[in-house]
């Protein structure tokens, strides 16, 4: 059970690290240093296998608590099942929805705020942000639960 604990602390780690990575330190910086739309294109390139990567890791490390038994399982599998759900629905919903509007708003730096499909791409985002930010801290209490 050694192994299923090591690859459960990675899929965990991983998972935190590249979304902590991705929010706090890619993200901001490519929307200081380029244009809102550049920054915009390029961070939609990243987000299919950003989500999928969350939901790959989610999975590994789900399977593998399961596997395990012994104190916080049922705890960290609660959490893992959380985190998991909200990425999917970041990955199979809000990316592709968003990824649309994206193709219809032809520049969010000429399109008004209160357009139609800004407001809509708003919410979409507040939604993924939300999700996002709870998966980070749901990937926290899992590493002091480690």
Known sequence: MQIVTIIYRLAVSLWLGGASLFTFVL???????????TAARIVGLFFPGYFRWGVACGLIALICRIILSGKGVA????????????????AFYVEPRAAELKRQIVSFETTPKD????????????????????????????????
């Open 75 to 90: 705890v960290a599998g609660v959490i893992l099942a959380v985190m998991l759900t909200l990425c999917s629905i970041q």
């Open 115 to 146: 357009h139609p499909l800004r407001r809509e791409f708003s919410k979409l985002h507040g939604v993924s942000a939300v999700c996002n930010l709870s998966i980070i801290a749901g990937g926290v209490v899992l590493v002091v639960l480690m």
């Open 27 to 37: 993200t901001p910086l490519l929307f200081r240093n380029e244009s809102r739309d």
